[in-house]
């Protein structure tokens, strides 16, 4: 019986993230009043929209790295392909692959700088990467708000600020505007599938899969298991993290490819910081730890994250009658959720640490 | 040369190539027609503002808890109390000390339950100080259109109820700590003594306190928790002193801050808030584990100094406001450094 009951507490508090928010969401669905089709197309149109994003964070998780914050770099290259695509009007499927082109080079040398930077900041690397994403946002800025149409050749008059050089605030992606969601249409009971997005997807998990039964795989989780240990049996820990890092943000940028066709609209400063942010909280409320996610998670994440910042607006203001305490209630929540699962992965962390510690001194481990 | 490399080696290079940087610009100002007495008091005004959230940084360093990328937290008490002595409405000096007496509570009690949380996540408490700073103003956000605040020049004119997102402090206690004893010298030249008092006594009190027994058990948790704890030393109790100081001191901060600028800025406004005053004692010297009073002076004066020449200069210069961006490199790639410094020992 007691037996019984500890293994149903261990459950609950596994997985406490998850299990609140299908709370919190089955609570406010009824208030939101929206309907059941409206919502299951909403969710499938945003796990198309973000499931890649939030894929690429698993493999920096599997080396021991933590969340790699640092995936807004692969982000920003893969805007900085897309910027290029749109001036030179090259439209439709072949646009993003030519984007994807563009950007992975630009992706692999920004993955392996903040490699070797977070190489350098061991044991703090979700914060190193969390502070170089705020830093790469300056050089960003620097390049495209001030290198775009002075050194770099921009040829469309339209995309340029009126001064002569400098990306507009919003660049208009509407030649790729859902070019691999509509690749292959199909629609059940007036709800649209992207099934292409979704082939996509479900590609890149199987490579997920894959790579993790690979040697590299192996490494990298025997890195993200002990450092030490892994280097006496000869892995070489740095290059592995390196590695972890590269795929992350190569992987982050195709992403933010994938995302920003959906959309039709970039916000050229902001939408980066953006998939940074939601990526990570869809990931965690998915149930997944800092150091341990797996590929449901992710699908869970989403569906459960991306819900509530569909329904909560709505909900706060049939509730309480102001949208904007919703709104202010969603930023809330996703912060709140990276912060406790944050909280409660370092203080299990720590009970470990004092166990065997304890352990130690001879006293029995409860 | 010796000399030189032993200064370079104390000072490190960054802490230098600012140095230089914002020497070159007060030389390049009068070129391109900036004002140097203009920028100079600028600068005072700004380092008087931001000080004591930059020495509020000093505590939580000492013990080990890393920089306190929570700030915001006090802050939020101070905005508290800023906000409850307008809607009593009590003016000048005594609307200060009003607005810090319901501050300091709030901030001893909210940094009471900051110091606790971040006792049980040893290790990684600034990335936990960050998205706690980030939830608790998101928070803030609801509860600032929810309480009860009334006072007709606080809240939004039509709906009556919730605050704005920019409060004038105008009329209440503008400038009221700066006007202490403060001078004009010419048309241009403003001297905010006041508030430099004010930052001079909390740097006191700051330096006493760590000379006193509580003070040295805090450092000797810092730099060696297993020989604080042979000592004797709570380590726990000590942390959370030092957190509790830091959060107080980070009220106080911003108290000082909007008497000076002369606006309470609600809502998202103190979001960003501790990235400058990390990036500030930084760029004065201190590092992750290491911090004193000087580090906070020097690095103030250095990083608002940049931050209040670069618009004027460089857009004078080269007709096109970099500011920003100069800005946010600047003081991340600050942070950057010193989160990816490895410790040399000195033999």
Redesign the interface.
């Known amino acids: 019986m007691n037996r019984k009951y500890d293994y149903f507490k261990h459950l609950l508090v596994q997985n406490a993230v998850p299990i609140v928010f299908l709370a919190v969401s089955a609570f406010a669905i009824p208030i939101s009043q929206f309907s059941g089709t409206y919502l299951v197309q909403e969710m499938l149109v945003r796990l198309s929209r973000n499931s890649f994003l939030v894929l690429s964070l698993l493999i920096p998780i599997l080396a021991g790295m933590g969340l790699n914050f640092g995936m807004v770099l692969g982000a920003m290259a893969g805007q900085i392909g897309l910027i290029f695509i749109t001036d030179w009007n090259i439209v439709g499927v072949h646009g993003m692959l030519l984007a994807a082109i563009i950007s992975t080079p630009l992706a692999i040398l920004l993955g392996w700088m903040c490699g070797l930077i977070l190489n350098r900041a061991k044991g703090r690397e979700m914060v190193t990467s969390f502070i170089l994403g705020f830093f790469m946002n300056g050089v960003y800025q620097l390049v495209v708000l001030y290198g775009f149409g002075s050194v770099v050749p921009v040829t469309n008059p339209k995309m340029v600020l009126s001064r002569g050089f400098g990306i507009r605030n919003v660049t208009n992606l509407e030649g790729i505007r859902k070019c691999l969601d509509n690749l292959l249409p199909v629609s059940v009971a007036g709800v649209d599938i992207p099934v292409a997005t979704f082939l996509v997807i479900a590609f890149f998990c199987l490579f997920v899969v894959w790579f993790r039964k690979t040697k590299l795989g192996q490494d990298m989780r025997a890195v993200g298991q002990d450092m030490d240990v892994a280097r006496d049996a000869g892995i070489p820990v740095e290059r592995t993290r390196l590695i972890s890092i590269i795929i992350s943000t190569v992987l982050a940028c195709y992403g933010q490819i994938i995302f920003l066709q959906n959309i039709g609209t970039m916000n050229t400063y902001n939408s980066h910081e953006q998939a940074g942010m939601f990526a990570i909280a869809s990931l965690l409320v998915g149930g997944a730890s800092v150091s341990r996610a797996s590929i449901f998670n992710v699908f869970l994440g989403v569906v459960l994250f991306h819900l509530m910042l569909v329904v909560s607006p709505m909900a706060g203001k049939y509730l309480i009658g102001e949208a904007q305490l919703g709104e202010y209630f969603r930023v809330f929540v996703s912060y709140g959720i990276i912060s406790l699962a944050l909280v409660l992965h370092a203080w299990r962390r720590q009970k470990e640490k004092d166990r065997a510690r304890r352990s130690l001194r001879g006293i029995q481990a409860e | 040369m010796n000399r030189v490399r032993e200064f370079i080696e104390h000072a490190g290079w960054p802490r230098i190539i600012i140095g230089l940087f914002l020497l070159s610009l007060f030389i390049i100002a009068p070129f391109v027609g900036v004002r140097v007495d203009v920028s100079i008091s600028d600068t005072l005004v700004r380092f008087g503002m931001n000080g004591v959230m930059v020495l509020a940084m000093v505590p939580m360093v000492i013990s080990g808890c890393g920089l306190n990328?929570g700030l915001p937290l006090g802050i939020i008490a101070g905005l508290l109390g800023a906000v409850t002595s307008i809607e009593i409405g009590v003016k000048g000096i005594p609307g200060v000390l009003t607005a810090m007496a319901v501050a300091i509570p709030i901030a001893v009690v909210l940094g009471w339950g900051y110091g606790l949380?971040l006792n049980?996540?040893?290790?990684?408490e600034?990335?936990?100080a960050?998205?706690?700073g980030?939830?608790s103003v998101?928070?803030m956000?609801?509860m600032w259109?929810?309480l009860p605040f009334r006072s007709p020049n606080m809240v939004w004119g039509y709906a009556g109820k919730g605050l704005r997102t920019t409060i004038a402090v105008e009329g209440y206690w503008h400038q009221a700590i700066s006007d202490i004893g403060s001078f004009q010298i010419g048309e241009f030249f403003y001297v905010p003594t006041g508030m430099f008092l004010f930052f001079a006594l909390l740097c006191t009190f700051m330096w006493f306190f760590m000379r006193t027994r509580t003070g040295t058990a805090m450092a000797t948790v810092g730099s060696n928790p297993e020989y604080a704890r042979a000592s004797g030393v709570n380590i726990d109790r000590m942390r959370t002193t030092s957190v509790i100081l830091s959060t107080v001191l980070g009220a106080i901060g911003i108290i000082v801050y909007e008497q000076s600028f002369g606006f309470i800025q609600l809502y998202m406004g103190p979001f960003y808030m501790a990235?400058p005053a990390v990036s500030a004692v930084l760029i004065g010297g201190a590092s992750v584990h290491k911090a004193t009073i000087v580090n906070v002076i020097v690095g103030t004066i250095l990083f608002q100094g940049i931050l209040t020449m670069t618009p004027s200069v460089i857009n004078s210069m080269i007709q096109?406001d970099?500011s920003?961006?100069?800005?946010?490199?600047v003081s991340?790639?600050m942070?950057?450094y010193a989160?990816?410094r490895?410790l040399k020992v000195k033999l």
């Open positions: 990328f949380l049980r996540v040893k290790g990684s600034m990335m936990i960050t998205y706690v980030f939830s998101a928070f956000c609801i259109l929810v990235f096109t970099m920003e961006v100069i800005r946010i490199i991340n790639g942070i950057l989160l990816t490895v």
